[in-house]
Each structure stands twice: as structure tokens, then as C-alpha cells.
């Protein structure tokens, strides 16, 4: 007998893909691609070469640091993340995160970075 997921589940089985998101949240050097699917918040962000969250995201978050927290699978790029309390991590391509709220991030080279984020998708860059 397997466990039961069914809490908040939905009755009938639902695909949706990010080439038709639900919402598109476009800043400066970037946008995310955002799909609810029952009850989770799912986004693809791409970040461009040059994309720093204190430049480009800050104006529409208006927090001194991303106050997000993100769990997330990095597809491609590289991006460094400095937090408040001063630890410093790179993350890359095929590696799983974990990124408390309470941070800056940035691309770093020339490769954009496209990241699946579980858990910062709903409010991150919202107007």
C-alpha cells in the first residue's frame, strides 16, 4: 500500500509546461516563468549575463536583500550567492539548492542561468 498524497491534491491528473506558464514576471536582465499547480508555486527563472538581484530585482522587491526563500534545481549557468551574515556559495549546472532568505545573488561568466525554483516562485518580482 502506498502513502497518501492527497491532501490539497487535485482529482484528475494535470500537466502543465513552461512553454505556457501561468505568468511571466519580466526585470531588468531577467524574468521568471510562473505555474501553479495544485497548490505549489513552481518558477523557471532566467537570468542574463550581468543580472545581479541588488540591481535587478531590488527595485520591484524593495527589501534590502531577496527575502525569498528558495529551493531550487540549477539547469545551466553559474550564480553566486552572498548572504546577509557574510557566507558565500557558487552554485552550477545539475546541482540542487537550498537559499534562506536573507541574501544577494548574481550570475557569474557569460552563460544566462535558468533555475527551477519549488519554493520563491510565488511573490518574487510580483508588481
Known amino acids: 500500500m502506498s502513502p497518501s498524497i492527497d ?6 491528473l494535470t500537466i502543465k509546461r513552461f ?3 501561468d505568468e511571466v514576471r ?14 505549489v508555486t513552481f518558477g523557471k527563472a532566467t537570468f542574463q549575463p550581468g543580472w ?20 531550487g534545481y540549477q539547469i545551466s549557468g553559474r550564480m553566486h550567492i ?3 551574515d557574510g557566507t558565500q556559495k557558487e552554485v552550477g549546472p ?17 552563460e544566462p542561468v535558468v533555475l527551477l525554483d519549488i519554493t520563491g516562485a510565488a511573490n518574487y518580482a510580483k508588481r
Request: glycine share 10%.
Open 82 to 84: 552572498a548572504m546577509n
Open 26 to 39: 519580466s526585470f531588468e536582465k531577467g524574468k521568471i516563468e510562473v505555474i501553479t499547480l495544485d497548490g
Open 94 to 110: 545539475g546541482e540542487l539548492c537550498s537559499i534562506p532568505p536573507g541574501h544577494d545573488a548574481w550570475v557569474v561568466g557569460h
Open 7 to 12: 491532501a490539497g491534491a487535485s482529482k484528475a
Open 52 to 71: 545581479k538581484w541588488s540591481t535587478c530585482v531590488k527595485p520591484v522587491a524593495k527589501t534590502e536583500s531577496c527575502e525569498a526563500a528558495h529551493l
Open 19 to 21: 512553454t505556457q506558464p
